[in-house]
């Protein structure tokens, strides 16, 4: 690979010399393990020591067994583990001076002044202050005669990289801290379970779930399980709440529902401080309203279980982006924590989250609730403002009466998360006083008019269902445009949503297309993309592949499981996708694969070869288990099959071989969390730009929009949610193979090679600058929804 003067590549950056130090601090979080892993693994692969710190800050300040170094085998097998398997522990006595001065001795007769510290605002805090008071504790050890001058100045600086592992998503800066996924699955997946025994009852369920000052795990799981009203500390409700939720309630019972889902954070409080628990609220439906009402608290439960596909990917970016960080640091560069916005990993300085984080407490105490739901950040008051305006109907007197009738369709194959999107359309569309059309079986449905108005209560309980209720079919428009123009004449549909795949944004340009001949589909219409495959282009990730992900990463993990105490064995699973590589790739990180065959990365028999004799080395040692993924379209000659057989023969008398074609189980089940609430949001954002856009192409009682602006897709691009036009794409687009040209997760390929131990080039150039934390004061505005 031509190795270009701007770019900055991985490799040539060194750690010879380094000796980093990776800690478990505060409560665990699922993750944390993948993060150890990643740490471990590219700071040996750069060339440093690399030392596990057991048992937190208490082993650092206790010293001996507790800080050991890490060999590459040491991480094996624990990406699947939940917790951390390095310990975790509460330590007072690194509050003290003498405990710290005891752990910087620890540290130095080790060598080590690169400290990777994975845990909350607490542990972290402590981490900075550990680092501004390193020169003096060192001078204290010179004074007592622990340490000499040589090592005091060898060892003059301590830098410091923080890593946020939290379930509750408490720390400002990063739109998810580690674990957070993983406990939003343990919770839906308890809802999931408690909302079939209360429809059979006609129950209400009031659901505690973690969060003592943070109301994130509950308001996101409110908005991906649809639940009828959520209390959380940052917001809470206004005096006479009481009687707004009974009505609430029983006003839902009215309209056919058989259950109430009450989600209450532990934190929740009224507007004078006082608590509001779960047994409160039980009894209060008791008294008011009569219904049957369990209570259900789910503690520990939430912190347990294997972590997510997004946490472990989550993670494993952090982890290598850490050891950059530690890499490229001076002596003057603050103490960095590494998180997400939007899609990117970035680094910001630690102090100035801490600070944010701290400044959220300090406006939830003096009762300032709209500027702590600003400063918890863009993700947390979107998921509150999108929560209020799904969750609670106004009166008909109060809605805004439109008179645009707007139909929603899903296209292509079935993608988990699409019912969420669908849901959410409708109740925005109705909520900013449009008439909705819910139409069936895609295109089509829509030539054979299968469409009819949906109303509010008709999309109730559709988050948590997989699949497509509405009916979706891969037909494209083109050869029945004159008959959709003609049934969108006779329904008077004036903007059109449609939720699918390569196939909605094919159908999108064809009707685009149309529009010179057919002056009825001159309306606004918009795409959101949802398919396993995440092959649309304009956008970084699609509805339904999360949950894609997730089938794929579990059942590699029981596949592997299989494995456990028989003989050396390395399973080939090929994944769908068509011929984009996405699930391959990034479920392959996500599982700890050695290996992944995609399109668009060509590979031949050398390659082949290579890998085999990658693993027969492996295998010698002390790897007991392979993992190869394989892309459904990779190569037209090197099937499954082949592959499989070249691995058994090759592979002969190290290890046997396996395999497993997964099928369309990575279509089916319900819905991640993720997947429900990213449905959910850009739906709402796409009914909003359709709002719009009518707003300004009804002109002389009719709406006509013929710009290429009228027809876009939306997107998540880097950071941020963008529309755009259908016709700029075009030139991003391989047609024939129906993926994007530039795929952003080619990206993470190299991150997964090199946690398999293979040499690569990894180019790191979007890595970088340390940025500042950006306070949100955004305008006053209820109705708008972003991500």
């Known amino acids: 690979m031509a190795q270009s003067d701007n770019k900055k590549f ?176 343990r919770i839906i997946e308890v809802v999931d379970a408690i909302m079939t025994t209360a429809q059979s009852h006609q129950r209400t369920f009031v659901l505690e779930v ?16 649809g639940a009828d009203w959520v209390l959380i500390p940052e917001m809470p409700p206004e005096d006479g709440w009481e009687e707004k939720m009974c009505q609430k309630l029983s006003a839902t019972r009215s309209r056919g529902s058989r259950l109430n889902i009450i989600i209450v954070a532990e934190g929740a409080i009224d507007r004078h401080g006082k608590a509001i628990t779960s047994s409160i609220v039980k009894d209060l439906v008791v008294r008011c309203l009569g219904f049957d009402t369990r209570v259900t608290i789910l503690g520990h439960v939430q912190r347990g279980g294997t972590p997510s596909a997004f946490d472990r990917i989550l993670a494993s970016r952090m982890g290598v982006e850490a050891v950059l960080a530690l890499l490229e640091t001076t002596a003057n560069t603050p103490a960095c924590v590494v998180s997400l916005c939007g899609n990117q990993s ?12 701290q400044e959220v407490q300090k406006a939830m105490d003096e009762k300032k609730f709209e500027e ?19 969750a609670h109907r106004k009166p008909e007197s109060e809605l805004p009466h439109s008179n645009f009738n707007v139909a929603v369709l899903n296209v292509g194959a079935p993608a988990a998360g699409m019912n969420a999107a669908v849901r959410s ?127 794929i990463t579990d059942t590699c993990d029981r596949i592997k499981q299989s494995a456990s105490g028989t003989k050396r064995r390395v399973f080939i699973i090929e994944t769908m996708g068509g011929y984009c590589g996405y699930l391959a790739s990034v479920g ?49 000659n090197y099937t499954t099959d082949f592959i499989y057989q070249l691995y058994s023969e090759e592979g002969r008398g190290v290890f046997d071989c396996r395999k497993n074609v997964l099928g369309h189980m990575q279509q089916g089940g319900s819905p991640s969390p993720f997947d429900r609430n990213f449905g959910t949001k850009i739906a709402a954002k796409a009914m909003q730009w359709i709002t719009k856009k009518l707003n300004e192409s009804y002109k002389q009682g009719r709406v006509f929009a013929n710009t290429e602006d009228s027809a876009c897709l939306l997107g998540m691009r880097r950071r941020a949610m963008i529309f755009q036009p259908v016709v700029q794409l075009k030139d991003e687009t391989d047609f024939i193979h129906r993926i994007p040209k530039e795929q952003w997760w080619l990206k993470l390929r190299p991150l997964m090679k090199i946690l398999a131990k293979y040499k690569t080039s990894y180019d790191v150039s979007d890595s970088g600058q340390l940025e500042h934390v950006a306070h949100n004061r955004p305008k006053k505005s209820e109705s708008t929804v972003g991500i």
């Open 10 to 185: 991985f490799e040539n950056l060194t750690g010879a010399g380094k000796a980093i130090a990776v800690l478990t601090s505060g409560g665990d979080a699922q993750g944390m393990n993948a993060a150890v892993r990643a740490v471990v693994r590219v700071g040996i692969y750069v060339g440093a020591k690399v030392y596990f710190i057991h048992e937190g800050y208490q082993g650092m300040v206790d010293g001996g067994d507790n800080i050991k170094e890490a060999k590459w085998e040491s991480v094996s097998s624990m990406l699947q583990v939940g917790g951390t398997v390095i310990g975790s522990a509460r330590c007072k006595e690194f509050r003290t001076h003498e405990g710290r001065l005891k752990a910087a001795h620890n540290l130095v007769q080790r060598g080590i002044t690169n400290l990777c510290v994975i845990g909350g605002d607490g542990s972290l805090t402590g981490a900075n202050l550990f680092r501004e008071e390193w020169s003096g504790l060192l001078a204290e050890l010179v004074e007592q005669g622990l340490i000499d001058e040589e090592a005091a100045q060898k060892y003059s600086a301590l830098h410091i990289v923080g890593m946020v592992g939290s379930i509750d998503n408490d720390f400002c800066g990063t739109d998810m801290t580690i674990g957070t996924d993983s406990a939003l699955h």
């Open 372 to 390: 702590a739901v600003q400063l918890r950040g863009r993700s947390f008051e979107n998921n509150l403002k999108t929560y209020k305006l799904l």
């Open 588 to 636: 392959g990180l996500a599982a700890g694969a050695d290996a992944a065959y995609i399109y668009e990365e060509p590979f031949d028999i050398r390659d082949l070869q290579s890998n085999v004799e990658h693993l027969r080395e492996k295998m010698k040692t002390s790897i007991q288990r392979g993992l190869v993924l394989r892309n459904e379209n990779s190569n037209e």
């Open 346 to 357: 970035v680094r910001l300085p630690l102090m100035e989250c801490v600070q944010m984080t």
């Open 210 to 225: 973690m969060g003592r000052h943070c109301g994130y795990l509950a308001l996101v799981s409110a908005l991906a399980c």
């Open 425 to 551: 359309a409708v109740r925005v569309g109705i909520s900013e006083g449009h008439k909705m059309f819910a139409v069936s079986d895609g295109f089509e449905g829509f030539y054979k008019g299968q469409i009819k108005e949906i109303k509010w209560a008709d999309v109730g309980g559709w988050t948590g269902q997989g699949g497509s209720l509405l009916g979706t079919k891969r037909t494209l428009p083109a050869k029945n445009v004159d008959k959709i123009a003609e049934q969108i004449r006779k329904y008077n549909i004036n903007a059109l949503l449609v939720i699918g795949g390569f196939e909605a944004y094919l159908g999108i340009m064809e009707l685009l297309a149309a529009r010179g001949t057919y002056e009825d589909l001159c309306v606004p219409m918009v795409m959101v993309p949802a398919t396993v495959s995440n092959n649309v282009p304009g956008s970084d990730l699609s509805i339904g592949a999360d949950t894609a992900l997730n089938a």
